[in-house]
């Protein structure tokens, strides 16, 4: 099956910094998506992005479809961004979500 | 609040027990998907219907078994526990495969 790799795993931030988080995956994919899972186990759809560039108030992602690769930015990070942050995509063809092993974001005040 | 709703939130029970874990769609979404999240094997994919049909199956164990009735609710049974059952259950849904799917609260199950 389709591997997924997330980096890094573990990230701690004072808050107000900037981050950038990495997903690799290894084929072609027709849906990826980003999430958050908080403190109380939620898992929060983040974006779908497949491929191009969204942004959404402090978050913005980006997915290169051709180079295998998306990017999860968070600019002036709060101590409610502190979670684990989740890619998961869809290979083409299938009908599930494969998720990487997350990265864990620690924002201090 | 996703539209996907989960019960029980919690639900502890013993080893050979058997529970249900139920599913409510986001209104209009045809496809159910169930996943499992443990600490050694992270978030790992079950099963998915969609309108009632069993479309794809993922690392689901033989005591596990799920359905999507009419109205398009879900149910997972898990029978014969262990204690290695104990995880988070998620339920997500989507209008269809390949579309963003949007996860439930899960179901925090406890075998003691």
């Known amino acids: 099956g389709i591997q997924v790799e997330q980096s890094p795993p573990d990230l701690i931030l004072q808050e107000g910094a900037n981050s950038t988080l990495r997903c690799n995956f290894s084929?072609?994919?027709?849906?990826l998506q980003w999430f958050h899972q908080n403190p109380w186990g939620q898992l929060i759809n983040l974006f779908y992005?497949?491929?191009g560039t969204k942004q959404n108030g402090r978050l913005s992602a980006t997915t290169v479809a051709t180079e295998r690769y998306s990017l999860l930015y968070i600019s002036s990070s709060q101590t409610t961004d502190s979670g684990v942050y989740f890619c998961a995509v869809e290979e083409t063809g299938a009908n599930n979500l494969f998720f990487g092993t997350g990265t864990r974001l620690t924002v201090i005040p | 609040d996703s539209g996907v709703t989960q019960t029980p939130k919690h639900l502890i029970t013993a080893t050979g027990q058997r529970v249900t874990l139920r599913c409510s769609p986001r209104?209009?979404?045809?496809?159910v998907y169930w996943y499992q999240q443990s600490l050694d094997q992270g978030l790992q994919f079950l099963i998915q219907?969609?309108?009632?049909?069993?479309?794809a199956k993922g690392n689901i164990l033989e005591r596990f078994s799920a359905q999507q009735f009419p109205d398009l609710h879900s149910e997972l049974n898990l029978s014969s526990l262990e204690l290695g059952d104990s995880a988070l259950y998620f339920c997500a849904s989507s209008v269809d495969p390949g579309q963003p799917q949007h996860f439930g609260d899960g179901t925090r199950l406890s075998i003691l």
């Open positions: 209104s209009g979404d045809l496809s």
């Open positions: 084929d072609s994919v027709n849906n």
């Open positions: 219907y969609y309108n009632g049909e069993e479309r």
């Open positions: 992005i497949p491929s």
